[in-house]
């Protein structure tokens, strides 16, 4: 094994006993449980601490870090953001008979949330289960259009003849996303798949999107009528979602 490779596997140990402990183990008490040196344990403690990943309390002992605690904030905002929109989604639902989701930015790309399954046997699909790149999407356009995610550079990837796969084609759509305050797709994740989505926005920030997806036969005639429909839903939920007090951005 690397020292490398050692040095991250002995990171990990100390790192582990820490977070598992019923009370915040001490210098000593780490050393001693991992049985390594005390030179060691103290470079690879203050490595940690410098990461967030840990951090000392009153009492000398080990705990958790920053790290940690924001990891499970985004949890809690997730939560509080699905609880929030069920309502919303479902009257979403019951007006299109489409699928509908709800998808929040998480590092390049969009984690679908919530769905509500499309009235129909045909356009019903578990979107949470599914990898979508997000400039195919419309979740993901309205995260480019609105700065939730960045951009993407070069060539995208392309599944159908209607797939965007230039970054300046991209950008060009963004633009009309901004000032319709939506995003449609045309066949571009799927020959003869539609979807409307728009953001749920707070402060400036996108802390979610709303979307419909079905085939184009049903879809394709109600674009500009089902995106009037997510702005005006999306704008709803920003408002509520402003009153709860864990509300965090992304």
Not at 190 to 203: K, N, Q, R, S, T
């Given at each position: 094994?690397s020292?490398g490779?050692?040095s991250?596997?002995?990171?990990?140990?100390l790192?582990?006993?820490?977070v598992?402990?019923?009370?915040?183990?001490t210098?000593?008490?780490?050393t001693?449980?991992t049985?390594?040196?005390?030179?060691t344990?103290?470079?690879?403690?203050?490595?940690l601490?410098?990461?967030?990943?840990?951090?000392?309390d009153?009492?000398g002992?080990?705990?958790?870090?920053?790290?940690?605690?924001?990891?499970?904030?985004?949890?809690d905002r997730v939560?509080?953001i699905?609880?929030?929109?069920?309502?919303?989604?479902?009257?979403?639902?019951?007006?299109?008979?489409?699928?509908?989701?709800l998808?929040?930015?998480?590092g390049?790309?969009?984690?679908?949330v919530?769905?509500?399954d499309?009235?129909?046997?045909?356009?019903?699909?578990?979107?949470e289960?599914?990898?979508?790149p997000?400039?195919?999407?419309a979740?993901?356009?309205?995260?480019?259009a609105?700065?939730?995610?960045?951009?993407?550079?070069?060539t995208?990837?392309?599944?159908?003849?209607?797939?965007?796969?230039?970054?300046?084609?991209?950008e060009?759509?963004?633009?009309?996303?901004?000032q319709?305050?939506f995003?449609?797709?045309?066949?571009?994740?799927e020959?003869g798949?539609d979807a409307?989505?728009?953001?749920?926005m707070g402060?400036?920030?996108v802390h979610?999107?709303?979307?419909v997806?079905?085939?184009e036969?049903?879809?394709?005639?109600t674009?500009?009528?089902?995106?009037?429909?997510?702005?005006?839903?999306?704008?709803?939920?920003?408002?509520v979602?402003a009153?709860?007090?864990?509300?965090?951005?992304?």
């Amino acid at each position: 094994m690397s020292d490398g490779a050692q040095s991250v596997d002995r990171a990990a140990e100390l790192l582990s006993l820490i977070v598992r402990a019923e009370t915040p183990p001490t210098y000593t008490e780490l050393t001693q449980s991992t049985g390594l040196a005390r030179s060691t344990t103290s470079r690879l403690l203050q490595a940690l601490e410098r990461g967030d990943m840990i951090e000392k309390d009153g009492n000398g002992g080990y705990r958790g870090g920053p790290l940690f605690a924001e990891y499970a904030s985004r949890f809690d905002r997730v939560e509080s953001i699905v609880s929030a929109a069920g309502p919303a989604l479902d009257r979403i639902a019951e007006e299109t008979g489409e699928t509908v989701n709800l998808g929040v930015p998480s590092g390049n790309t969009v984690v679908q949330v919530a769905q509500v399954d499309s009235a129909y046997i045909l356009g019903t699909t578990n979107w949470e289960a599914v990898d979508v790149p997000p400039h195919l999407s419309a979740l993901g356009k309205v995260m480019y259009a609105f700065g939730a995610l960045s951009i993407p550079t070069g060539t995208l990837e392309s599944r159908t003849p209607a797939s965007t796969s230039k970054r300046a084609d991209l950008e060009r759509q963004l633009v009309a996303i901004r000032q319709a305050g939506f995003a449609i797709t045309r066949g571009e994740l799927e020959e003869g798949l539609d979807a409307v989505a728009a953001p749920v926005m707070g402060d400036g920030v996108v802390h979610a999107a709303i979307g419909v997806s079905g085939p184009e036969f049903r879809l394709g005639d109600t674009h500009e009528q089902v995106g009037k429909l997510l702005v005006e839903e999306a704008n709803r939920l920003a408002k509520v979602l402003a009153k709860w007090p864990t509300r965090r951005a992304s």
